[in-house]
């Protein structure tokens, strides 16, 4: 019986993957909503997609990465997005026990990596991170903190939340000294939001590693992609990867150190 949660899991989280293209697709397009044309259509021959080619990857690979009736080629950004969503809802489900009457953590984790994976590709497109996609990062790692608080141990909820209002405190006037002294910009308010909230999820050791991650990411993008990431690098993205990376391998991770994880 244990696998049934696993499949549907990873089911779910194609039908998810196809509506978060939607939602990264028509991000910042004035003349698209989420909702608004409900039918997906072919940018090129606007023509409507029938469900039968809408299926996740599988139509994807069926037609060659191709519109079926003006032959135009289909960003691999949809399977993969699709894909990526699966894979992240199979991960949270190997990692993340299936409680009832609600699975807290396992709803929390795939509402987080959905919200991350958004974030991921709009704010490396357009440097932008909408209102409504932080709010549902902020839902996901609240789920983790209640599940942590409510199922391991009651102190968790006030540690978490120390933890969080440290790293926003830190952040901020660390902010606020780059721009006073070095005139720059150096972090969106978001960003800091973005952390804080990640920080309520993960507690006071593994936001560590998510910082460092998103760091040595960040770093490593910058050097490899200097040219196509422009000046300004958005750091979106690299929170993304830590938070989740620190999410999924966290205990690992701390466990590998020698710390004692205290989750
Ligand atoms: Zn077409």
């Not at 606007?46 to 990465?65: A, C, E, H, R, T």
Request: hydrophobic residues 55%; positive net charge; charged residues 10%.
């Amino acid at each position: 019986m244990e696998w049934i949660v696993p499949i549907l899991s990873t089911l779910v989280g194609f039908v998810i993957g196809s509506f978060l293209n939607v939602v990264i697709f028509r991000f910042n397009q004035p003349s698209l909503t989420v909702f608004k044309p409900s039918r997906s259509i072919c940018l090129n021959c606007k023509k409507p997609i029938p469900w039968y080619d809408n299926i996740p990857v599988l139509s994807f690979v069926f037609l060659q990465g191709r519109c079926r009736y003006c032959q135009t080629k289909l960003s691999w950004r949809y399977p993969f997005i699709e894909a990526l969503t699966a894979a992240g809802f199979l991960v949270n489900s190997l990692t993340f026990a299936f409680t009832l009457p609600f699975p807290l953590a396992l709803v929390g984790a795939d509402v987080l990596a959905g919200a991350l994976i958004v974030l991921f590709f709009t704010d490396l497109d357009t440097m932008l991170i909408s209102d409504a996609n932080t709010a549902f990062v902020i839902a996901g790692c609240a789920l983790l903190y209640l599940d942590q608080g409510l199922r391991i141990d009651h102190s968790i909820f006030l540690i978490n939340l120390i933890t969080a209002l440290i790293a926003f405190s830190l952040i901020y006037i660390l902010r606020l000294l780059f721009k006073i002294f070095g005139n720059k910009e150096a972090m969106g308010m978001v960003d800091i939001v973005l952390i804080s909230a990640l920080a309520l999820a993960l507690g006071p050791m593994k936001v560590n590693l998510a910082i460092i991650v998103a760091c040595f990411t960040g770093i490593l993008a910058a050097l490899f992609f200097r040219k196509k990431l422009r000046d300004k690098i958005p750091f979106g993205p690299f929170i993304a990867v830590g938070g989740y990376t620190a999410l999924i391998a966290g205990d690992a991770f701390l466990n590998l150190i020698g710390f004692m994880p205290y989750f």
